[in-house]
Each structure stands twice: as structure tokens, then as C-alpha cells.
């Protein structure tokens, strides 16, 4: 849009100027899938060198380098273990946790979960190894029912035994999850883990701590979809479903517990279809800018294995994209509509100036390098650290085509409408007129 302004105020019609920017967008995006990298993502060889690369060019633009580093390695390992053969990535299936303590050194990948919640019960085992994991959906308390309802007795002996059988309703149902514990357990070395979606009450706390299981309850549907994915098993919701077959695996249980705040960590799990990234840093500021980085490199690794292509980064394509439209797209088209191709070939020279200024470093001089480079036919782009012309693929600096593609689908889109609002507009008052 800056670009065109130039030529609006020399007198051009922004209509000829729209022709010249739809030429320019065609041929920018031809350019861009004869220069795109095609990358071998094959389920037996993902190219995680590759991966790492285009996971550290869009961690390293959030936080500092060595932090980007450390970043990198997790973010790549996150999205292979949740990917499944044939199937969409999904990166809902990867929990970022945050924990106020110690340094964001300290950050790393669980395959497994990592719960914001322990247990309720000061007897139960804080750690637990060789784990069969129980994760269910069943009331393991006394409930009031939904209807309006009371107790009607004449004496105390009735209302006793009215209260036992209510509670008997209750006891019944823990009966039978600590008898396929015993069933499971008794007799090796295993643990016994119950993850409840609903509630349990103290009593039956107690009688499961007093068999030495792990119980945890309320906890959110998030994370009981993503036990099952990842310790395997399926969620039970009916006692009548109490079956081993239905337990998951856990090779290591235990809890955290930092301040007023506890945590679970569910690790070592048999079918790892989903993880947790447990992001550590001593302030809110460093988890803010940590959660973001990572974000945003979990989608550049996700669009990387699904495009199954990377562009040279570091402002390499914008440079040639520019010079192509200067060099062959301008014999495309006839008269003032050049202005439009030269319009978008300025705006694509843009990214590396901006590149070159926020590093400290001269625009001009810089620009004038890059391109005498590429006009040896050098695909160079811009090393912020020096200032001088680098090699994308020696310096790992690679960008996301889908990335790329979008934006020369969608700037030229959106300045075409602003060019023309005017008409819009004059078109708007005639028909009222009329």
C-alpha cells in the first residue's frame, strides 16, 4: 500500500495500479513453488534436522538464542510423538503447563501428562512406579438427588439403617474398583492409579488409601482425553466396565508439590499419542514470551511436515521474488499497469530493509549486497548477527511455504480493496442518487 501511494500521488488510477498488482501476486506465487525445498516427512525418516531448523528460525524471533535452542529440540519431539499415521495433526494433544519456579532452563518435554492437581488424602503415596492407570468417570460420592426427596422414619434405628443402605450404594462401588486392584496387583510389584472425572468423597478416600491406591479426582475432560490417547486403555463410566483390559500404562507416577500448588506428573506411558511441554521460568514475563514462542513453533514444525516443503528464510525469497517480478514479470504487461508489477517487487524488498534495520545495521548498503549476490545467482539472505549476505541452508534458516503463500495471496488482495475504496464509495452515492 505504501508502495503504490507513490504513483497514487503521481496520478496513476488506482484501478491500473489493482491490474498491475494481480499480474504481480500470479507471478509471485509461481515463483514461490518453483522455489520452495521439498523435504523428505516420511513416518519411517522424518527429516528432523529439517524440523529443527524451521522450529529454531521461528523460536529465535521470540526469545533470546540459547533459550530458542533449548526450545527447539522440545518442540520438534512434541509434535512427532503426537503425529499418527494417516491422520491430521493435532495440537490440542499437546498440553503447555507452566510452573513459577526455578529458570526457563529447567523447561521440559513429558511424554505423558502433567495434571494441575494432587491427591486429597494425607496417607496416600506421593510417588508410584509400574502404575496401572484407572481412568473413569464414575460418581465415587454421596449425592443428593435431583428431585425433591427425603427421609421418612419413626425411630433411630430406622434412619440408621436408611443412612447404611445410602452409603452402602456408595461403599459398593469403591468395592469394586479396590477388587480389580487386587485382581491386577496382588502379588507384583504394581501400582494402582484412580483418575476420576467426578468427585470422591473423604470416606471413600479412605477406604483407597488404605489399600494403597492413588486416587485423583475432579479432574478436567481435557486431560482424561488425553490419558487414554496417551497411557492407553479407555475411560471407564459404569463400574460394570471394571474390566484390566480397560486399565492404562504408566511407568512412573508422582507429585509436585511447589507453594500452595500441586501437580501430578503421569510419565513414562506405553502409547505417548500425546505430551506435555512443562515450561519453568523464576516470572510471568518469561512464561508469557516462552508460551508464545512455542506456539508459534509447534504450527511452523506442524506446517512443515504437512506442506512437505520450506523456503529459504532470512529474506532470501523476498529478494528473489522482487528481482523476478522486475526482470520477467513486467514483459507480461503493457503500459501503466508496470507500476502495479514495481509496487509489489518494492513491497517485497521491505522485509529484508526492515530485517537490516532492526539489527543496527545500514538498510541501503545491505539491500545493494543481497542483491548483487543474487544477481550472481547466490540464493543469499540477510545474517543479522554479521550483516553480510549468508546462505540460508548453511545457517539452517528456513520459512514455512504455506506461510509465504498466504501472505502473497492476501496483501495484494487487501491493498486492491483499499485502492478502490474511493469507488466503492462513488459507486455507494450514485445508486442512492439514483
Not at 58 to 85: F, H, N, Q, S, Y
Not at 363 to 380: C, R, S, Y
Amino acid at each position: 500500500m505504501r508502495s503504490a501511494e507513490r504513483y497514487l500521488s503521481d496520478g496513476v488510477h488506482p484501478r491500473v495500479l489493482v491490474d498491475g498488482l494481480e499480474v504481480a501476486k500470479r507471478a509471485a506465487v509461481e515463483f514461490l513453488d518453483k522455489f520452495k525445498l521439498d523435504i523428505n516427512v516420511t513416518e519411517e525418516n522424518p527429516d528432523r534436522e529439517m524440523l529443527c531448523c524451521v522450529a529454531k528460525t521461528a523460536l529465535c524471533t521470540k526469545v533470546r538464542k540459547a533459550l530458542g535452542e533449548r526450545l527447539t529440540d522440545m518442540v520438534v519431539d512434541a509434535v512427532l510423538t503426537i503425529r499418527t499415521p494417516n491422520e491430521p495433526i493435532d495440537l490440542h494433544m499437546v498440553e503447555i503447563m507452566h510452573m513459577k519456579h526455578k529458570s526457563e532452563e529447567d523447561s521440559k518435554l513429558i511424554k505423558g501428562l502433567v495434571l494441575d492437581h494432587g491427591t486429597r488424602h494425607p496417607d496416600m503415596k506421593k510417588h508410584a512406579k509400574n502404575c496401572c492407570i484407572l481412568t473413569c468417570n464414575i460418581s465415587l460420592e454421596y449425592e443428593k438427588s435431583e428431585v425433591n426427596s427425603g427421609f421418612f422414619y419413626s425411630t433411630a434405628e430406622q434412619r440408621e439403617k436408611m443412612v447404611q443402605s445410602e452409603r452402602a450404594f456408595t461403599d459398593e462401588r469403591v468395592q469394586r474398583v479396590i477388587d480389580l486392584k487386587k485382581k491386577v496387583c496382588d502379588g507384583t510389584d504394581k501400582s494402582f492409579v484412580v483418575i476420576n472425572q467426578k468427585g470422591i468423597d473423604p470416606i471413600s478416600l479412605e477406604m483407597l488409601a488404605v489399600e494403597g491406591i492413588i486416587a485423583l479426582r475432579r479432574a478436567k475432560k481435557r486431560n482424561m482425553e488425553r490419558l487414554v490417547l496417551a497411557c492407553g486403555g479407555q475411560s471407564v463410566n459404569t463400574v460394570d466396565e471394571l474390566v484390566p483390559e480397560a486399565l492404562g500404562y504408566a511407568g512412573e507416577v508422582y507429585e509436585h508439590v511447589l507453594g500452595e500448588e500441586k501437580y501430578t506428573f503421569v510419565q513414562d506411558v506405553a502409547n505417548p499419542r500425546s505430551c506435555t511441554l512443562l515450561l519453568t521460568s523464576g516470572n510471568d514475563h518469561t512464561l508469557a514470551q516462552m508460551k508464545d514462542a512455542i506456539r508459534d513453533g509447534l504450527r511452523a514444525v506442524k506446517n512443515a511436515i504437512e506442506d512437505k516443503a520450506v523456503v529459504p528464510g532470512g529474506g532470501a525469497f523476498e529478494i528473489a521474488a522482487a528481482r523476478h517480478l522486475e526482470k520477467e514479470a513486467k514483459k507480461n504487461v503493457e503500459g501503466k499497469a508496470k507500476l502495479g508489477v514495481q509496487a509489489m517487487a518494492d513491497a517485497l524488498m521491505s522485509i529484508p530493509k526492515i530485517l537490516a534495520e532492526n539489527s543496527g545495521f545500514d538498510a541501503q548498503e545491505t539491500l545493494i549486497n543481497l542483491q548483487e549476490e543474487h544477481e550472481k545467482g547466490n540464493v543469499v539472505g540477510l545474517d543479522v548477527v554479521s550483516g553480510e549476505p549468508m546462505i540460508p541452508g548453511m545457517e539452517g534458516v528456513y520459512d514455512n511455504w504455506l506461510v509465504k503463500r498466504q501472505l502473497l495471496n492476501s496483501a495484494p488482495v487487501i491493498a486492491s480493496q483499499l485502492l478502490l475504496v474511493d469507488e466503492v464509495m462513488r459507486a455507494g452515492r450514485n445508486m442512492r442518487k439514483g
